[in-house]
């Protein structure tokens, strides 16, 4: 169905290393999605910083792709971008052609955010920040808006990236917050209106 879809609507999924971008790719995403993964080395630990993610033996050196169809006419195209540094210098080119992109966060490491945010507002792109959930304590809430010093008008929400229902919802916001930031009627007749199936 979505091969011929009239209308593909571009989402980025960025982010800190291991926060999650790969997880809610693939939880949300209604084909096998193409991930470049690679398993980490121990090269590798001489330059990322793997002290907070001690568990993850993979990590995405190009991107992720998945996509979801809404309709006849209109489909999601997902790409999660690496995380590392020595990686964002593709960010920019993700960027080109997107709709919105979602900052998914480790509550933990919240400075890993920063950068992502830098970026999507140097380009003026419209975003959500989802705080994925790794079992701890702090959840998304002024704490958290005020160490990212966030626009209010921002949307800042809870996620789990492994959780299907839980990453549509995360789309479904950054697609409302599109529609509010675009309010013209000529932008929104292009932006898509079904919920996720």
Request: glycine content about 10%.
């Amino acid at each position: 169905m979505g091969a011929s879809a009239d209308h593909g609507f571009k989402i980025v999924v960025v982010g800190g290393f291991g926060v999650g971008k790969t997880t809610l790719v693939r939880s949300v995403s209604e084909i096998r999605p193409l991930s470049t993964e690679e398993a980490m080395t121990q090269a590798g630990e001489t330059v990322d910083d793997i002290r907070q993610v001690r568990g993850k033996s993979a990590t995405t050196v190009a991107f992720d792709f998945g996509r979801i169809t809404l309709d006849r006419r209109n489909v999601l195209y997902l790409f999660g971008a690496p995380g590392q540094e020595r990686f964002w210098f593709l960010w920019d080119r993700l960027f080109a052609g997107t709709l919105g992109a979602v900052v998914l966060v480790d509550t933990r490491r919240i400075d890993d955010s920063w950068y992502a945010i830098d970026r999507l507002e140097h380009h003026g792109t419209p975003f959500v920040v989802a705080c994925n959930d790794f079992g701890g304590p702090v959840r998304a809430g002024e704490a958290v808006h005020d160490a990212l010093d966030l626009d209010p008008r921002i949307p800042l929400i809870d996620c789990d990236a492994r959780s299907r229902q839980s990453g549509k919802q995360t789309l479904i916001t950054l697609v409302e917050h599109v529609r509010h930031r675009y309010a013209e009627p000529s932008v929104r007749a292009g932006l898509p209106r079904q919920e996720f199936v």
